[in-house]
């Protein structure tokens, strides 16, 4: 996203037009460390307290109309903020932005209440043609990518902010608005138009002059602040253990192993097998489910080359599945080289949807696995 803001145009404009970086960027530091502030100490209370009330904000269940559930589930899975996004993906959540732009949403947004606060941008096509802070952060999900919209204040702003980590701080790009269009010259040719604002103040998609496409949003969904916190490697057991017991007080029914193709995104192993044993317990890879009872697990090596073993999946338990490994393989092309190796284990499903499943398997670990194919999703 670009850094600097200009409204040329009456104030009822529906659209933001962001340029090239004119300003200083702050770059604040933590509090054990060197902090410099380019802001007024108006912009630093009105975010500090906008953070406050974020952080209460998200405790609560986030509610979206149809058509704006249907870009949050087309969202969810994609890393990178888009740059990872498969054609399928990209497909899904063109044709969900498409659907809640001709429903146009609040009114010359701009204009509305709804769109000042801080958005956090889940989503973006074309990095490599935007800003120099889309370009270099977007798409690493490790940092979070915010921007902040005060235009109702004494001193008008619009910021974009990248979050490194709460040890490390964030950087800031801020420009007063509005900005005289004499002052950037040739930088004066981006703009960014704001084409849907949610009733709620919740979502906010808006396209750019060069064809790049933004979703925002100022409160996330559980899965969606669950994958975030996985993206950041930091308090993962936590986020895992509170996204259970929430989805558990909405009396959500018993979870069921799908079929499809699940990518392992995290897990809480700390002790190391042989590589070998590691991929026969799912410990790595990807696993494929079938409705017939039969599960794979398949891990790339190298040079095209891959491990796969097939077995059979019995449930036991409410929640719980009896797994035999027993069927092993190098696979080369067309070619296999068969592998004496066998694994026998117990899954019990913490919780799963169409998106995500959350499990304990081998040795009580803890998986957390995102689906990559698409079957059965919206």
């Not at 949403?105 to 000042?116: A, F, H, K, R, V």
């Not at 998609?205 to 602040?225: A, D, M, Y």
């Amino acid at each position: 996203m670009a850094a600097a803001v200009t409204a040329a145009a009456p104030p009822n404009l529906t659209s933001l037009r962001f340029h090239g970086w004119r300003e200083k960027p702050t770059f604040s530091i933590s509090p054990t460390t060197l902090r410099f502030f380019r802001n007024s100490s108006r912009t630093k209370h009105l975010t500090q307290v906008l953070a406050l009330v974020d952080e209460q904000q998200q405790q609560q269940q986030v509610s979206f109309t149809e058509e704006e559930n249907s870009l949050v589930e087309a969202l969810i899975g994609i890393q990178g903020r888009g740059r990872s996004a498969s054609p399928q993906q990209l497909t899904d959540v063109e044709r969900a932005v498409q659907a809640l732009e001709s429903l146009q949403g609040i009114p010359d947004p701009t204009s509305s209440s709804l769109i000042e606060g801080r958005w956090q941008l889940m989503f973006t096509t074309r990095p490599g043609t935007a800003s120099p802070i889309q370009r270099t952060f977007v798409g690493v999900d490790f940092f979070s990518v915010f921007q902040e919209v005060f235009l109702r204040t004494n001193d008008p702003r619009v910021s974009n902010i990248v979050k490194f980590s709460d040890a490390i701080g964030e950087l800031k790009v801020e420009v007063p608005y509005p900005v005289p269009f004499r002052l950037l010259g040739d930088e004066a040719k981006g703009w960014l138009d704001t084409t849907y604002l949610s009733q709620s103040g919740n979502l906010r998609i808006s396209r750019g002059n060069k064809g790049t496409t933004f979703v925002l949003q100022k409160k996330t969904e559980p899965r969606q602040r669950l994958l975030s916190t996985i993206s950041t490697g930091t308090g993962i057991k936590e986020a895992i253990d509170e996204f259970i017991s929430f989805n558990e007080n909405k009396g959500i029914g018993e979870p069921e192993l799908q079929e499809g193709e699940w990518e392992m995104l995290w897990s809480s192993q700390e002790e190391t097998d042989s590589w070998l044993e590691n991929a026969a317990n799912g410990l790595m890879g990807k696993q494929i489910v079938k409705e017939n009872g039969q599960i794979k697990f398949v891990v790339d090596i190298l040079l095209g080359l891959k491990f796969s073993i097939t077995g059979t999946f019995v449930k036991s338990g409410t929640t719980t599945y009896d797994i035999t490994m027993d069927d092993a393989a190098i696979i080369g092309g067309q070619f296999g080289y068969p592998v004496e190796l066998e694994s026998k284990f117990k899954l019990e499903l913490l919780y799963s949807d169409d998106k995500i499943r959350i499990t304990r398997g081998y040795n009580k670990i803890v998986f957390v696995h995102l689906r990559t194919d698409g079957t059965g999703q919206n």
